[in-house]
C-alpha cells in the first residue's frame, strides 16, 4: 500500500495570497496523483488529475505540478470560496490511498 | 456523462448491519477499481474501502476491518458495501468513487445513522 504525506496540514492565508501544498508519495506513482477539495456538508470535488490535468470548470488559478514522488497544489490569488480542505490521492494502485489533507484557513 | 449514484443509507441501531449500493454508468464499470469513502461529523475524509477491477482482490481500511466488505457486480456496473457490527463511531457519510484511471469521479454520498 502507497502512503501519502501532505504538507502542510494546516495553512491560514489571505483573499489574493498564492499558497502551495505538497504531496509526497512513499513508492514512485509516475504522474498518477489526484487533487480533491472538500467543504464540509458537499460531496468531495475533483480537482486535478494525473498531477496537472484541471478537471472541467475548475478555474486556472489552480495548478498542479510533480511526478515520481513529489508534488504539489498551488492556489494563485485565493478566493473566498477556496477555503477547505484538500486531498491528494494516488491513483497509481489499489488501494487508491489518500494523503491526510491539508486544511486551508482565512487569515 | 459519467454518474456514480449512492443508496441504502439510513438509521440503523449499534450492533446492526447495512449494506450500501453504488451504480456508476457512463464509463467502462469492469475496467477500474472503486472505493468507498466516509467523512464522519467534524471529521475530514477516511478512506473505507476499495476493490479492484476483477473484484477479486478488496482493501479494507483497519477501522472496518473484520466488519465491512465490499463487493462488485460487473454485470449490474454496482459495486456494494456491506456493514456489519455497526458501531456509532461508523456515523458519516459515505462516498462511492471511480479514483482511478485518467479522471477521478465522485457520488454524492449517503448518511448512515449508528444511533439506538
Known amino acids: 500500500e502507497i502512503h501519502m504525506t501532505q504538507s502542510p496540514s494546516s495553512l491560514s492565508a489571505s483573499i489574493g495570497d498564492r499558497v502551495t501544498i505538497t504531496c509526497r508519495a512513499s513508492q514512485y506513482i509516475s504522474t498518477f496523483l489526484n487533487w480533491h477539495q472538500w467543504k464540509p456538508g458537499k460531496a468531495p470535488k475533483a480537482l486535478i488529475y494525473t498531477a496537472s490535468d484541471l478537471y472541467d470548470g475548475v478555474p486556472s488559478r489552480f495548478s498542479g505540478s510533480g511526478s515520481g514522488t513529489d508534488f504539489t497544489l498551488t492556489i494563485s490569488g485565493l478566493q473566498p470560496e477556496d477555503f477547505a480542505t484538500y486531498y491528494c490521492q494516488q491513483s497509481y494502485s489499489v488501494p487508491h490511498t489518500f494523503g491526510q489533507g491539508t486544511k486551508l484557513e482565512i487569515k | 456523462e459519467v454518474q456514480v449514484l449512492e443508496s441504502g443509507g439510513g438509521l440503523v441501531q449499534p450492533g446492526g448491519s447495512l449494506r450500501l449500493s453504488c451504480a456508476a454508468s457512463?464509463?467502462?464499470?469492469?475496467?477500474?477499481?472503486m472505493t468507498w469513502v466516509r467523512q464522519a461529523p467534524g471529521k475530514g475524509l477516511e478512506w473505507v474501502s476499495s476493490i479492484n477491477m476483477g473484484g477479486d482482490n478488496t482493501y479494507n481500511a483497519d477501522s472496518v476491518k473484520g466488519r465491512f466488505t465490499i463487493s462488485r457486480d460487473n454485470s449490474k456496473n454496482t459495486v456494494y458495501l456491506q456493514m456489519n457490527s455497526l458501531r456509532a463511531e461508523d456515523t458519516a457519510v459515505y462516498y462511492c468513487a471511480k479514483l482511478g484511471g485518467a479522471r477521478p469521479y465522485w457520488g454524492q454520498g449517503t448518511l448512515v445513522t449508528v444511533s439506538s
Open positions: 457512463g464509463f467502462t464499470f469492469s475496467s477500474f477499481a
